[in-house]
């Protein structure tokens, strides 16, 4: 079983239709028994990074998390579960999980296209994502350069060591940060398509090899 991370942060609910899709067991909550004896948990969200932060703090969710990565729980960070996997966000200005040396930041303004027109922010929709390691396991049966979906205005900027993914909007930036068994992803893949349940399968597929190679 996945377990979802309710911290009131939004989005729960579409990683759960993705998952149950797949007919993959999985439970939303905030109960710390329960992440701990879930095969694998995601870390989705939307919003604020500031108010994903205060909500993990008051309810010491925050020290969960970092009790479950302690223990090689694997984990999958979504949006803004990506970003504050990071040490500090530009957004709000807030000091963040520190899970991941790096911080998050706000796009350039006055990025442009190479024709000239100016690049939006936020930046909402599909854009091509390239691994950056052939074997990377998220990625099984997943062509490099393949489109997921993106809805966000900041990006994570992780020590470059820790960068797994990147893509291309006005300018390169991280798509995935972690390493095996840790992984954050800034484009939704519960909203991606095909490419976004295969990659879903392939995180519930490493839980499992996790768990039975205990």
Known sequence: MLAILDYKAGNQT??????????????ITAD??????ADGVIFPGVGAAGQAMSELTKTGLDSVLKDLIAEHK?????CVGCQIMLEHSEENDCETLG??????????????EEDGTPVRVPHMGWNAVTPLHDDEPLFRGISSGTEFYYVHSYYPAPAPEFCLA???????????HGKNGLWAVQFHPEKSGKPGLQLLKNFHDYCMEASNAE
Request: overall charge neutral; some cysteine; charged content about 15%.
């Open 14 to 27: 579409s990683v759960s239709r993705a998952l149950t899709h797949l007919g993959i067991d999985n439970v």
């Open 32 to 37: 710390a028994d329960t992440l701990r004896h």
């Open 74 to 78: 694997p984990l999958l960070g979504i």
């Open 99 to 112: 899970i991941i040396p790096g911080e998050c930041r706000l796009f350039s303004a006055g990025m442009r």
């Open 166 to 176: 990147t893509s291309v909007y006005g300018q390169e930036f991280c798509a995935m």
